[in-house]
Structure formats: structure tokens, C-alpha cells
């Protein structure tokens, strides 16, 4: 293996290469903190060339390769088996912005390039990358199409997927497959590039992409609402899309429990609502059209509040807050985006990220959290998330000061009540953070026969000897 890892070094140099222990850890440990593998190696190739060499001498040498980005992944699909027989390949180095195309809305970047680096870029172009999540200070552009990653704009903006027009992809067997093309419309042939969006790096690498942005909006509004119910929830967006022209681009549903986790562990965040409420909706609404410029002189922020006085004689919002300064509205938005560090401060916790039809979760909720205190009396329901996607986060966190040895006994009954009831819902397991290592029993449960079949046929059509990240998402 020493000649292995000198012939690594001859392709990448010094600089792409960690062998020494120390210097491996960070990339052998997921986010979560679930699973600690080894590696032969990290490489880190600063351009596709070299990732093309790379997989060409893995292929030869029948070494696995497992790609990184920013290994802020919730399903341990970045970090490597146990035997220590694969490689890390990450893609931290290739972080260059190759193009902006101000005039055809497109930005053409390499896999490495964090998500926030790219917001900015598209800022300052006067254009917006709309992808939004709370790893955006460290995940990559890579990592987000490689788990078609979602966040909280989907629901104006949709998915990684629907925010990318063409991918430039290293192959299992090393060829470069160049697609980079900036056409909204492409009908030659099979899609390839929709094969690889989502695939969690089973099938290939990616390695550069043209991403699709959008007109800068130029005005915003941003409320934090007290509602009675997750039923109250889904009336008030349901609402608000006419009372904003369509203007709404995100909504967030969040239980009393989470709140009072970043609360406890999130410093400088506070409660904005005089009084305690059970569920908390954050809405945000934003333009292109300026506020005060000809008939528009209310602007959203005078919408909104009209909209939620209404809404409020309805009995849909109990109390609310529209934030009036743009630190206001952060204030705001760390009660939301916080909830994930909380939760991982205050002790291990079970991460389902489900989906339902919209109209369906308010009897899905009290249904799932009654299931989770059955499993498990004494446990912490933390429901929040993307409601206007039908997504929430239906996590439960550990009796408080539980070990995760304690809890593990749990996860199991726990998760097959929660994924029994999605699926009686004709929902989702993995909504957005995908199947990686965590869920490869459940895919192979909860989807069809027909499914499996032919994600396995299509995964061994790619990746015939099994190279790429084996044992994510499908065992072959
Ligand atoms: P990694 O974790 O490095 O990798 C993820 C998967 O993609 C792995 O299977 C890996 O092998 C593969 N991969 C990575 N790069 C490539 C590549 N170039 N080519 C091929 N395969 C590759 N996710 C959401 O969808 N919505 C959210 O709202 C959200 N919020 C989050 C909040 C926090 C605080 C945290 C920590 C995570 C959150 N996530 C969320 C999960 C995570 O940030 C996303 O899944 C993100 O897209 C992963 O990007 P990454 O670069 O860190 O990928
Ligand atoms: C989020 O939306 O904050 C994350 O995807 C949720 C999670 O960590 O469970
Ligand atoms: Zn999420």
C-alpha cells in the first residue's frame, strides 16, 4: 500500500495529500459525531484532472473512494467504512469561481466552492444563489447536489436540484463526463445529469457545475408568529400566498421544545414573544419589485402586517413580531437555524427528516408524537422544519442527560413507528438529508421491489466493480 499512496502523492503532490493520523481525523467522523472510519488516505485533488487520475488508479487498484465536501452531512454518507481500505477523496481545494454570467443568470463553479462563498458571489453580481441552510458557512456547492440538498427557500426556489443546469462529473471508472452546458433546455437523450443529483456520491464524482441564479429581491419582510397549532400553521401560508402575490419564500414550523433548546445553548439569542407559546411559524417574504416605487408604497412589510391582523382576528396567529431592521430579522432567523447545534449540544437525539402532502400534517403530527412517547414514554418530541414543503423534522431528543448508549436501544422502534406512519401517509423517509449509511435498511424497507430493482441496476451499470462510496444509499 506504501506504493499506492507514493503513486497518490506523484498525481496530487504534498499538498492533496493527508496520511498521518492527526491530520485524517476530522475527515473520518461525520457531523453528527454517529460513525468514526479510516482511510488510507485523504486526497484532496485541486482540479478534475487530477480527481480523474485519482479514480483511475483506485479503479486499478480496487480501492473504494469516498467523496467529501464539506462533511456537514446528516446521514454519514462522507466518511468512509471501518476497515480502513478506501480512500477520502475531498473536494475542499477545487473552491474556485470559474465564471458569472450576469446577463444569462448562471454562475459556473467547481464542487469545492462553500455554499455561502457563492450567495456572496451572486450578491455582489446583483443576482441570487437562493440555496439556504444552516451549514451554509461550510457545506460545499458539491455536497448540496450531491445530496440534492433543500434548506429553507425550496418551497419559492425548489432544490439543489431545480438550481443547476449543467455538472461536469469524473466517472467510476476515471473519464471525465463534461456537462457543462448552460441550456435551460436539453432533450438529447437520457438526462445524465439528473442521475447524479442526489446520488450522494455513489455514482460518480462531481466536479464542476453551472448553477442557475435568480433576480436579487429588493425587498423583504420576516415574522415570528405564536399559532395555535400546526393546523393554524398550514392555513396561514396557505393564506399568505395570495396576500404576498406569491411573494412567500419561506416558512418555517417550530414546537415550544426547540426554541427553549437554543434558548438554553445558543448564546445571545432571545425569545421574542413576551409569552410562551406551543408552535411558532417564521415567515419571510421577499420581492424583486422595490417598496415605495409607484403603486407599491406599502411595501411587503405593511402587507404583512395587514395580513397578519387578519389573521389574527381569525384566531390563526395568537401574537407576532415583524422584524423592522435587517439584524432584526437574523435575530429571528438564529431562533430557526440554530436548532440543529442545539439539539447536538443538549445530547443525542434520532434525526427523521419526513415529508408529507402539506394538507396532511397537521393530523400527522399529534399522530407521530403520540407514536414517539409510546416508544419511548419520556422522550422530547423536537418537531420543526420546512413545513410549506410538507417537510419537517420530526427528530426526538433523548430523555434529558441520556448517554447515547442508553438511548440506542430506542432508535429502532422509535424510527419504524415514525416511517410506518409517513408511509400509511404516502410520505417520505429522507426528505432532504438523504439515505447515506443511516438509512440503507430503511430505503431497502420502505421503497417497492421495482425501486430497488432499478437503482441497483442502474448503480452497477455506472459503477460496475463498486468503487464509489459502496455501502451508501443501496448495497449492490
Ligand atoms: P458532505 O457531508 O461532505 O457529503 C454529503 C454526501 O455527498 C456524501 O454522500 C458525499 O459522499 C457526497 N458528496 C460530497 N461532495 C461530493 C461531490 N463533489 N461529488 C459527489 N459526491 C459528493 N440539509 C438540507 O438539505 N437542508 C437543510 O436545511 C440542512 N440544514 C443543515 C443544518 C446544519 C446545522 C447542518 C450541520 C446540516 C444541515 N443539512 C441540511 C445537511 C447538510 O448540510 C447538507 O446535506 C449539505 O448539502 C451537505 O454538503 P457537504 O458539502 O457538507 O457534503
Ligand atoms: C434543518 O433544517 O435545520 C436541518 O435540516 C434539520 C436537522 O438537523 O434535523
Ligand atoms: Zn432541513
Redesign the pocket.
Known amino acids: 500500500m506504501s506504493d499506492f499512496v507514493s503513486r497518490l502523492r506523484s498525481i496530487v503532490g504534498d499538498k492533496g495529500l493527508i496520511t498521518d493520523e492527526q491530520g485524517k481525523h476530522p475527515f473520518l467522523t ?3 459525531e454517529n460513525y468514526l472510519g479510516r482511510a488510507l488516505a485523504i486526497v484532496r485533488p485541486a482540479n478534475t484532472q487530477e480527481v480523474s487520475e485519482v479514480v483511475k488508479l483506485c479503479a486499478a487498484e480496487g480501492v473504494a473512494v ?13 466518511t468512509p467504512q471501518e476497515d480502513g481500505r478506501e480512500i477520502v477523496l ?2 475542499t481545494r477545487m473552491n474556485r469561481i470559474l465564471d458569472i454570467d450576469k446577463v444569462g443568470y448562471t454562475m459556473t463553479v467547481e ?2 466552492v ?2 455561502k462563498t457563492i450567495q456572496e458571489a451572486a450578491a455582489d453580481a446583483d443576482r441570487l444563489f437562493p440555496l ?5 458557512g ?15 427557500q425550496v418551497l419559492h426556489y425548489g ?2 436540484r431545480q438550481l443547476v443546469l449543467g455538472l461536469e ?1 469524473v466517472q467510476p471508472n476515471g473519464d471525465i463526463w463534461n456537462g457543462l452546458r448552460a441550456l435551460k433546455k436539453d432533450n438529447t437523450g437520457y438526462d445524465l445529469r439528473d442521475l ?1 443529483l442526489g ?9 464542476r457545475a453551472v448553477l442557475k441564479l435568480s433576480p436579487k429581491p429588493r425587498d423583504n419582510a420576516t415574522s415570528w408568529s405564536a399559532v395555535p397549532s400546526p393546523q393554524a400553521a398550514v392555513e396561514l401560508l396557505s393564506g399568505a400566498y395570495a396576500a404576498s402575490e406569491d411573494n412567500v419564500t419561506s416558512c418555517e414550523l417550530m414546537g415550544r421544545q426547540g426554541i427553549d433548546l437554543v434558548l438554553q445553548h445558543i448564546p445571545g439569542t432571545t425569545d421574542p414573544l413576551a409569552e410562551k407559546h406551543d408552535w411558532y411559524v417564521l415567515m419571510e417574504w421577499s420581492s424583486t419589485r422595490p417598496a415605495s416605487v409607484g403603486d407599491n408604497a406599502a411595501g411587503l412589510r405593511d402587507k404583512m402586517e395587514a395580513y397578519l391582523g387578519e389573521a389574527m382576528e381569525k384566531g390563526l396567529v395568537l401574537d407576532a413580531v415583524i422584524a423592522q431592521t435587517e439584524a432584526q430579522s437574523k435575530a429571528l432567523w438564529a431562533l430557526r ?5 442545539a439539539s447536538k449540544q443538549e445530547g443525542p437525539s434520532i434525526k427523521h ?1 419526513i415529508s408529507v402532502a402539506v394538507s396532511k400534517i397537521p393530523p400527522f403530527v399529534p399522530e407521530g408524537v403520540a407514536a414517539m412517547n409510546k416508544a419511548l414514554p419520556g422522550c422530547r418530541p423536537l418537531v420543526f ?2 413545513v410549506g414543503d410538507g417537510n419537517l423534522h420530526f427528530n426526538c431528543q433523548a430523555p434529558a442527560g441520556w448517554t447515547k448508549p442508553q438511548f440506542a436501544p430506542y432508535i429502532e422502534p422509535i424510527s419504524s413507528a415514525i416511517y410506518d406512519l409517513v408511509t400509511a401517509y404516502g410520505g417520505s423517509i429522507s ?4 439515505i ?1 449509511r443511516i438509512k440503507v435498511e430503511e430505503l431497502a424497507h420502505y421503497r417497492s421491489r421495482t425501486e430497488l430493482d432499478v437503482m441497483r441496476q442502474l448503480k452497477r451499470a455506472l459503477d460496475p466493480h463498486n468503487i464509489m ?1 459502496p455501502g ?2 443501496i448495497r449492490v
Open positions: 461525520d457531523w453528527r469516498v467523496p467529501q465536501g464539506g462533511n456537514t452531512g446528516m446521514s454519514g454518507g462522507a475531498s473536494l464542487a469545492g462553500v455554499l439556504s441552510l444552516g451549514a451554509e461550510s457545506c460545499t456547492i458539491g455536497g448540496n447536489l450531491s445530496t440534492n440538498a433543500g434548506g429553507v432544490n439543489a462529473v447524479y446520488a450522494e456520491g455513489t455514482l460518480g464524482i462531481i466536479t437555524e440554530n436548532h440543529t447545534e427528516d422544519g420546512h426528505a432532504e438529508h438523504g447515506g462510496n451508501k444509499v
